[in-house]
């Protein structure tokens, strides 16, 4: 491994410090999973790693009235044993139970996850569906930036350098809602998503209509996909299998995948048609309860 | 220029504390510092889990934690199962079941068995095949090393 310094702040003031000092030859350290791969491989010309789970907020996993919050350390193990998260964010829970095997989710973080903005990044479509949050902070202070915004390019995100995703806030879900993720891998555990598909759905008070939608698509474009059209085309819409095949296909036509070593573009949009379909199913059945 | 950091920690329950570079992996640390080979390098990626460790009661890929972060931590190696008693029911296992053959895999399967038999006694087939898809094998064809998984459950 190429030489870096290892520097495990404890605050995000010191952490941000760190960060900005050392421009683009500095890393954040949650999990490791994916850094300390890429870091092997020399990706990055790294003088130091700032290990984030010193950091209090950066470790924070606190579900509560005005939602839930993840820190950008919390690893993938203590969001899907965490009581409230499974009752409340089972969406989330669906990504965070198949990023690697367990030794990974010992470690890998949702936070992390993100921060990698790998077009197949297992946590980061149930984020969008959930309409999550991304807290940062930075030289300049804080700002929050949408989840569905974060991602700009395959491992690229609207992170600066000197800037550090501290945290994820998620809305507490409405009422009648229900939410899932679920992704085609040719194994089954230890695989990278050919494609994958997270809906959260909220259904009226009569349980017969879909009152809104949001779908979002994996490993189909070199970003998370927000399938906005199939989304806003199931608002007020009936709860039927004619409604969600139509949504799915739309859903199809959102997607604009490539070519690859796990999958051809005919078969990934198939793959979308096909998932998205059995995750609006899958979330109306959780939102009925 | 890095710097070496000083870790004080716990490997299978006796003190240690060395030097690591800070950018030296776990893995590295516990077989040239340490002086435990019984953890072994195999894919360097996180894919194969022959080199998996317990941290705090979590397994993990050695080589995908920096020596650095298990300051203050308790480490539990392969070098840990066995006690003046004889060996732990699931190396033994392990032997009686033939669920190894060339055996770069096996510290890293036991120790990620022993992970899942310390909080689930009697798990599935299922579950045990599950838990341990983080660890490969390339000689056994799991069926004996799930079949010695359920040998030390159903003995201890």
Known sequence: MHPFNYVAPKTVEEAVNVLEKHGDKARPLAGGTDLLVQARGNKWDLEAVVDVKKIPEAMKLEASDDGLIIGSGVPCYQIYENEEVKKHYAGIVDGAFIIGGIQIQSRAAIGGNLCNAAPSGDAICPLIVYGATANIAGPNGERKIAVEDFCIGPGKTVIKNGELLVSISVPKPAKRSGAAYERFIPRNEMDIAVAAVAVSVVIDNTGENFESVNIALASVGPTPIVARKASDYLAGKPINDASISEAASIAKDEASPISDMRGTIEHRKHLIEVITNRMIKESVKRARG | ?156
């Open chain 2, 1 to 156: 220029m890095t710097t070496n950091i000083h870790i004080t920690t716990k490997i299978n329950n006796q003190p240690y504390e060395f030097l690591a570079p800070s950018y030296m992996s776990l893995l590295d640390a516990l077989r040239e510092i340490v002086g435990l080979t019984g953890t072994k390098e195999g894919c360097l990626d996180g894919n194969c889990g022959a080199c998996t460790v317990n941290i705090d009661g979590r397994i993990v890929d050695s080589c995908l934690v920096l020596a650095a972060e298990i300051d203050g931590c308790d480490v539990q190696t392969v070098e840990g199962l066995a006690t003046s008693e004889g060996l732990h029911p699931l190396q033994k296992a392990f032997l009686e079941e033939a669920a190894l053959q060339c055996g770069i895999c096996t510290p890293g399967f036991l120790v990620a068995a022993k992970g899942l038999l310390d909080n689930e006694p009697n798990p599935s087939e299922h579950r045990i095949r599950h838990w341990l898809a983080g660890n490969l094998c390339r000689c056994t064809g799991y069926d004996k090393i799930v079949k010695a998984v359920q040998k030390a459950a159903s003995e201890s």
